[in-house]
Nanobody
């Protein structure tokens, strides 16, 4: 089992920034590809960003490219999503998730075996 706990969500004005963190415990964190997904009210869960198990490769949804940055620190068992230039449409519950290394970069939620409980991000316009 791999336990994931997100933090860093909150309320921010449009144009502002937030930094989400995901702390992992349990199994070997460094052997997993990591991803961030989000779900807005009444909408399906959607892919936001992903990072390979060693942190070299990163992937982004078109809607966040150039504004969000995903990174990881395998020594600290953490993955971070830095969100800049936030927009009202970024409002959602954000989840971090872990997938087997061979699924690095997958935008398909079904490839991810472990999920955090989510953290709310609200962007006011």
């Amino acid at each position: 089992q791999l336990q994931l706990v997100e933090s860093g969500g909150g309320l921010v004005q449009a144009g502002g920034s937030l930094r989400l963190s995901c702390a992992a415990s349990g199994r070997t964190f460094s052997s997993y590809a990591m991803g961030w997904f989000r779900q807005a009210p009444g909408k399906e869960r959607e892919f936001v960003a992903a990072i390979s198990w060693i942190g070299v490769l990163t992937y982004y949804a078109d809607s966040v490219k150039g504004r969000f940055t995903i990174s990881r620190d395998n020594a600290k068992n953490t993955v971070v999503l830095q969100m800049n230039s936030l927009k009202a449409e970024d409002t959602a519950v954000y989840y971090c998730a872990a997938a087997p290394a061979q699924f690095s970069g997958s935008a398909y939620a079904g490839k991810y075996d472990y999920w955090g409980q989510g953290t709310q991000v609200t962007v006011s316009s």
